[in-house]
């Protein structure tokens, strides 16, 4: 090996192309919005005037817009990009590659059905990487024995998938989503593999359709017998069993060749102790694996994200083993990717801006924050250690077949690392592994990773490398973002207050990561802008009273200047990272709808929190839909279903603007003439006609459709009562 090897990096980083054209076209987009600023500011109306009201509300509605856009700045000011070299990789370290261990976190054997919880272990038992060096822990928190039982089905199939698929170098390599990918092949091969999958598949279903393991399936494993203490999912011991024994001799695919080591856990469960959700899951699994195969990288991923890149593992270790920057990166975090997403992405839950284009701004200032799945962590840095200059781990392969403990006791050992009482006055969940308390766990425990010193990377190969399923209706989509946007919140304000970025990262992060933090964790209070934004304006419009410059005055220029450059970048950035048109408008009515209900309820759940009201209850959002749910879904039909307070204010929303425009129309139609209101009011009626047309599927869904996805008509009945209460309240301010 020259030196001059050793010398070239294993990954390299681009800056963004067209950076400083960017920069100019953001300052010339914020020098419009301080036009806006001193408008609204020099223009107030006098006291008593028409209009004052909701010229101070535009006016607060502004600042926290130009405010928050400046925030969101960081993410896209210093974008880069890395490029990997798996084969340098090889070259130097093929023989000396570091242990890794993988969870995967299913939670319930219902909402997260056994057959895709293992395809997804299949999947990263799969990786192309020294079997002997891979392990793979289960954590089932649903403790239930039809997942084991799963487990252990897969375990024998594993035996012919995994050599199956090194063979014939398969991709992806979750079965179910190779079979899917594959018409029908009839090669020898192929057909065998395929019938042994579906016997599989076959016996698992069978088994979950009648709910229990038969006796004789019971008596073959004794592992079962582990759930004779088990009395509900909330209290039983721990169970545990090493399904392989990745040092056994005798553990061996049909091809004679070794096979990863793989561990089903369920952890104890009390109703008097708090298990602290997925975050106390995964402490219980970094503790379990240290004490079987204790690899120096851990990746996590959820049950529902199967491997799509069976190099994955390589990409991520050419920045964990790089010999000049490598020993600084604490995780490599990859981009959370959707198969199940329609062309145009009804509910706009790929995230496509966020993966695309912010977590590269985020990467440019000292790392994206931990999305909790699709991360491979230095373990090292996951438990609590800080990061020194001088520090070099040793990522070089152990090997662990000295020491001889008999797999009965190694259980043993392990299972009392997953009880309840372990964690009693240690640092766990605070200093230690994932962080207890917060709806977003992992975005907290990413952030004091940071502030210990770490770097984290950003790694967004073209064949993406983890795939999952995204929600499939607008209650799932909407609760899911409540949960998020309040979680980023508590990260700023609540109980965390020390650990949020502006406080605690002070000084410890960049300035550019705690503003790209600040972008998540002011979601919530984008709520009242918003609000106000979408309802105001055309209530003023129904009166007749103007909110914003005539279309002659020269202040109209910043406006329009504003809005049309901002919607024109998105548009344009939507496209570039591989969205559709139709899927940009999708994405801005998603916007809007999670701003005016996710958000608000999320604020506010957050002031009661932080009052001490309520406790923030965390919701799995369903993995399966019924056929007719699925059917609309393809069909990019929205779901509505069931009835929810966020749709009272959506519907509301949307039937206020409705009324508004309609009765300024009649108003125009006979009063002043089209003309001159056209020329005074051009924004309002732009705002309130953009409002409808973003809002037609729920005019839809309210008034004309049948299916059950439909607006409930109590829905209707209670949004028009609200508005004309308001509209009421509102005629009597005035
Ligand atoms: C998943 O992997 C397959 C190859 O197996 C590839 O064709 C496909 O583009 C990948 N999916 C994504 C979203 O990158
Ligand atoms: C769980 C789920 O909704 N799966 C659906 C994913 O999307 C495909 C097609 O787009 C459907 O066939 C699945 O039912």
């Known amino acids: 090996m020259g030196n001059e ?26 020098v419009g919005i301080c036009f806006i600023w001193v408008y609204r500011l020099s223009h107030i109306p006098k006291a008593g005037e028409d209009g004052r009201f909701g010229w101070i509300g535009l006016l607060g509605a502004e600042l926290w817009f130009g405010f928050y856009w400046l925030v969101t700045q960081a993410s896209r000011w210093n974008r880069i990009y890395r490029h990997t070299f798996k084969d340098r990789l090889s070259q130097r370290y093929e023989n000396e590659l570091p242990g890794v261990d993988i969870f995967v976190c299913t939670a319930d054997p219902t909402i997260e059905p056994p057959m895709m919880v293992i ?50 170098n398969v991709e992806p390599r979750s079965p179910a989503a190779y079979f899917a990918s594959i018409a029908s092949d009839s090669a020898g091969d192929f057909t065998l593999i395929k019938k042994l999958y579906k016997d599989m598949e076959n016996k698992i279903k069978s088994a979950v359709k009648s709910g229990s393991i038969s006796k004789e399936v019971q008596s073959k494993h004794k592992g079962f017998s582990q759930w004779g203490s088990y009395s509900t999912r909330r209290d039983h011991d721990t169970i545990l069993q090493i399904v392989i024994d990745g040092r056994d001799p005798n553990a061996r695919d049909v091809e004679g060749y070794g096979l990863p080591t793989l561990v089903y856990l369920a952890r104890e469960k009390r109703p008097q102790y708090h298990h602290n959700f997925k975050a106390g899951a995964m402490n219980a699994l970094i503790r379990v694996s240290s004490n079987i195969s204790n690899g120096k990288i851990i990746l996590n991923v959820d049950c529902d994200m199967y491997s799509n890149n069976s190099k994955a593992i390589r990409e991520a270790l050419c920045f964990l083993m790089d010999e000049e920057k490598g020993h600084e990166i604490a995780f ?103 962080k207890y308390g ?17 770097k984290s990377v950003y790694c967004n190969p073209t064949r993406k490398a ?139 759940d957050t002031i009661l929190y932080y009052l001490g009201y309520s406790d923030s209850a965390f919701v799995i959002t369903a993995k399966v839909a019924d056929e007719d749910v699925s059917q609309r879904y393809e069909k990019e039909i ?58 037609l599927p729920l005019y839809q869904a309210l008034f004309l459709r049948k299916d059950n996805g439909k607006m409930p008509s109590s829905v209707a009945f209670k949004s028009m009562a609200f508005i004309a209460f308001s509209c009421i309240c509102f005629k009597f301010l005035y």
């Open 438 to 454: 917060c709806p977003v766990e992992d975005v907290i425990t990413g952030l004091s990773i940071q502030c210990r010193g770490w």
């Open 638 to 695: 929205m779901e509505f279903g069931a009835s929810s307070p966020m749709f009272i204010i959506l519907a509301t929303v949307a039937l206020l603007n409705l009324y508004c425009f309609a009765g300024f129309l009649k108003e125009a139609m006979t009063g002043k003439g089209i003309v001159e209101v056209y020329e005074t009011m051009v924004l309002q009626i732009l705002l309130c006609g953009v409002l409808i047309i973003i809002n």
């Open 5 to 30: 090897e050793v010398s070239s990096p294993l990954f390299e980083t681009k800056r963004a192309k067209g950076i400083v054209l960017y920069r100019l076209f953001a300052a010339s987009i914020f």
């Open 119 to 168: 395809n997804t272990v299949l999947s990263v038992m799969a990786y192309d990487y020294p079997s002997e060096k891979l392990s793979v822990y289960l954590s089932d928190d649903g403790g239930s024995e039809l997942t084991c039982y799963a487990l252990l089905e897969a375990a024998e199939f594993a035996k012919h998938w995994i050599p199956y698929c090194k063979k014939y």
């Open 332 to 434: 490599v975090q990859f981009p959370q990717n959707f198969e199940n997403v329609t062309k145009n992405e009804l509910y706009s839950s790929t995230l496509r801006i966020i993966f695309e284009v912010e977590l590269h701004g985020l990467d440019g200032y000292g790392g994206p924050p931990y999305v909790g799945t699709g991360c491979f962590h230095r373990r090292d840095a996951l438990c609590g250690r800080k990061f020194s200059k001088g520090y070099k781990s040793e990522m070089k392969w152990e090997n662990r077949k000295g020491e001889e403990i008999s797999i009965p006791k190694l259980e043993e050992s392990s299972k009392s690392l997953a009880s309840c009482t372990f964690e009693e006055s240690t640092q766990w969940g605070k200093e230690m592994g994932l």
């Open 466 to 604: 983890y795939l999952g399923l995204a929600p499939t209706t607008l209650p799932q989509t909407l609760v899911q973002h409540k949960r998020w946007s309040e979680g980023d919140l508590q990260i700023l304000v609540s109980k965390f207050r020390l650990f949020s970025p502006a406080l605690y990262g002070h000084g410890k992060i960049s300035l550019g990561l705690q503003l790209g933090y600040c972008i998540y964790c002011l979601w919530a209070p984008n709520c009242l802008p918003t609000l106000f934004y979408s309802i105001l304006p055309s209530l003023y419009l129904l009166r007749g009273i103007s909110l914003f410059p005539q279309i002659s005055s020269p202040w109209f220029i910043p406006f329009a200047y504003v809005m049309i450059a901002k919607y024109t970048w998105s548009f344009g950035e939507f496209l570039w990272s591989g969205g559709t048109i139709l899927g940009w408008w999708n994405d801005q009515r998603i916007w809007l709808y999670k701003r005016t209900s996710s958000y608000l309820f999320a604020f506010i």
